[in-house]
């Protein structure tokens, strides 16, 4: 009887610490190289006329300054970069890229400028971008970025 129980005692605590290796061993990001591996995450550009209502009053509400700011609306997630009042047309904002690393999404972004003798839009302006994306609670970092002028 003794040599059961003490099989038993052995299997169980074969079957316990087996379960917890194969716990931490999924928990673990994956890796290339020993560097942590990001994916590209879709995203759609959506026009203000595009964009629900309630995104819409949120956008103008904050689009007199600069600003980085998510809202969610039903299955989606509106990201929204804005840079302010403007004095003249010519300046935009791009999102380049939005990638996930672990339970984070980092929106890469940049701005242009007129040229110095550029033609534009003689009217005060406030330039914006919206991305959807499926809902996430990830955390969103924000990062401008310098795109080279040679386009």
């Known amino acids: ?12 605590a074969l079957v316990i610490s087996g379960c917890q290796n194969e716990e931490n061993t999924s928990e673990q990001p994956e890796t290339n190289g020993g560097e942590k591996v ?5 995203f759609e550009t959506v026009q203000m006329n ?19 700011f998510t809202v969610p609306s039903g299955d989606h997630l509106y990201i ?9 047309g010519g300046y935009s904002i791009t999102i380049d890229s939005i990638s996930k690393e672990d339970n984070k999404l980092l929106v890469k972004y940049y701005t242009t400028d007129p040229k110095k003798d ?6 005060i302006t406030k330039p914006f ?5 499926d809902h996430t609670n ?13 386009q």
């Open 50 to 68: 595009n964009a629900p209502q309630d995104i819409q009053t949120t956008l103008q509400q904050k689009w007199l300054e600069k600003s980085t």
């Open 129 to 133: 971008t919206i991305a959807k994306i």
């Open 118 to 123: 550029e033609m534009v839009t003689q009217a």
């Open 80 to 88: 929204i970069i804005t840079r302010g009042e403007m004095p003249t």
């Open 138 to 150: 990830a955390r969103i970092n924000f990062q401008e970025i310098k795109k080279s002028s040679l």
């Open 1 to 12: 009887m003794r040599h059961i129980i003490l099989l038993l005692t052995i299997v169980i």
């Open 38 to 42: 990001s994916e590209e995450v879709e």
